[in-house]
């Protein structure tokens, strides 16, 4: 089993449209749970990061973490065009590690 | 400005010839990471460095260098690149110990071999 698990993708939705966007993990030794966002030709670049389980909220994104069930998730409301990118989980800090485990990425496109 | 920032952009070379991807980070960080980014597979780490003078290999290390010799730069050399070596390449910093553990992603380097 692989460490971290994403849906793959890809995913088209309307302007409007809730998204939401899932990773899972074996280790429960992470501590930590980001999301990164990947437009094309671009770095990835932090969207959210938490420590805990529960939600985080920060303007139209939402990030969930169950560590019970090993699931995180990262809601988008009313997502724009401007959305549109590829959207990477990233765990961290198992044994104290400072090494991140990304997810393979999913690519959102949200159609105006 | 903080920023990683990576040199060349693009680069298309030759099998077997020597090549340098730079990595200059301006933010004090102290731990510098080299991805690569394939399709299908996501970002691998190919080698971290946890300090100046401290590396160490990541999950793909086969065929590439790497070396801190300043705090603010780290490099990835690949000694006789082969064409499986096509890919974009990330280099990432960030500061140990922070509140925020997230990295800082240069804007990548995309290159092929041929």
């Known amino acids: 089993q692989k460490e971290v698990e994403q849906d793959p993708g890809p995913l088209s939705v309307p302007e409007g449209a809730i998204v939401s966007l899932n990773c899972t993990y074996s280790n429960s030794a992470f501590q930590y749970f980001m999301w990164y966002r990947q437009y094309s030709r671009k770095g990835p670049e932090l969207l959210m990061y938490t420590y805990s389980s529960g939600n985080k909220e920060d303007g139209r994104f939402t990030a969930q973490v169950d560590k019970s069930s090993k699931y995180i998730s990262l809601f988008i409301r009313d997502s724009q065009p401007s959305d549109s990118a590829t959207y990477l989980c990233a765990l961290g800090g198992q044994g104290g590690s400072e090494k991140l485990v990304f997810g393979k990425g999913m690519k959102l496109t949200v159609n105006p | 400005e903080a920023q990683v920032t990576q040199n060349p952009r693009y680069l298309i070379t030759v099998t077997g010839k020597k090549l340098t991807v730079t990595c200059s980070q301006n933010m004090n960080h102290e731990y510098m990471s080299w991805y690569r980014q394939d399709p299908g597979l996501g970002l691998r780490q190919i080698y971290y460095?946890?300090?100046?003078?401290?590396?160490d290999k990541g999950d793909v290390p086969e065929g590439y260098k790497v070396s801190r010799k300043e705090k603010r730069n780290f490099p990835l050399i690949l000694e006789s690149p082969s064409p499986n070596q096509t890919s974009l390449y990330f280099c990432?910093?960030?500061?140990?110990?922070?509140?925020?553990?997230?990295?800082?992603f240069g804007s990548g380097t995309r290159l092929t071999v041929v």
């Open positions: 460095s946890m300090n100046v003078e401290v590396t």
């Open positions: 990432a910093s960030r500061k140990t110990g922070s509140v925020n553990y997230g990295y800082t």
